[in-house]
T-cell receptor
Framework: GESVGLHLPTLSVQEGDNSIINCAYS??????FIWYKQESGKGPQFIID?????DKRQGQRVTVLLNKTVKHLSLQIAATQPGDSAVYFC???????????FGSGTRLSIRP | DTEVTQTPKHLVMGMTNKKSLKCEQH?????MYWYKQKAKKPPELMFV???????INESVPSRFSPECPNSSLLNLHLHALQPEDSALYLC?????????????FGEGSRLTVL
């Protein structure tokens, strides 16, 4: 869905299907791109990162893709489970400033 | 121990009050962070401490005053806050300031300013 005002973009996925969460970034100076998961009532949790000179990195059930040409980052979750329900944030790491800046979030909801 | 512990979990304060938020980690991490998060928004960086020294202040109003008494503790002192400062305040730590973005977050302190 579209982000309008205070509403988070939401992705609704059938349990067992694959999920793809997208993020657009604007700053080409980032050294790493990171995905965080934030469950209700909790702080964000690191999922996976990718160095800016790579285009793909795989973890356990997750894959991050980086397309620097169009400044696009995606997180793919295989075989989505109820425990994957959360808000997912992309973030950028700037080594020159030693800081992490979070981008917009997407709420992932799982249909049984 | 891979936890970042924040206290209190909830805090309600008036605009004339002085209060503090506390954060503790025992992972031996040398970088600690304060983020502010409003509802349905991403966390916004406020302060970074590297090796117990303030390294980044993201132009935060002086009514927020951070303190790092030692490598395990991080405080955020609050004074004369405004209702718009109501938010979830998140503390995080990383192994060192160059840890590529792997932050360990606490569950946050939810602050309400009346």
């Amino acid at each position: 869905g579209e982000s309008v005002g205070l509403h988070l973009p939401t992705l609704s996925v059938q349990e067992g299907d694959n999920s793809i969460i997208n993020c657009a970034y604007s700053n080409s100076a980032s050294d790493y791109f990171i995905w965080y998961k934030q469950e209700s009532g909790k702080g964000p949790q690191f999922i996976i990162d990718i160095r800016s000179n790579m285009d793909k990195r795989q973890g356990q059930r997750v894959t991050v893709l980086l397309n620097k040409t169009v400044k696009h980052l995606s997180l793919q979750i295989a075989a989505t489970q109820p425990g994957d329900s959360a808000v997912y944030f992309c973030a950028e790491w700037y080594s020159s400033a030693s800081k992490i800046i979070f981008g917009s979030g997407t709420r992932l909801s799982i249909r049984p | 121990d891979t936890e970042v512990t924040q206290t209190p979990k909830h805090l309600v304060m008036g605009m004339t009050n002085k209060k503090s938020l506390k954060c503790e980690q025992h992972m031996g991490h040398r970088a600690m962070y304060w983020y502010k998060q409003k509802a349905k928004k991403p966390p916004e960086l406020m302060f970074v401490y590297s090796y117990e020294k303030l390294s980044i202040n993201e132009s935060v109003p002086s009514r927020f005053s951070p303190e790092c008494p030692n490598s395990s503790l991080l405080n955020l002192h609050l004074h004369a806050l405004q209702p718009e400062d109501s938010a979830l305040y998140l503390c995080a730590s990383s192994r060192d300031p160059g840890s590529r973005g792997e932050l360990f977050f606490g569950e946050g302190s939810r602050l309400t300013v009346l």
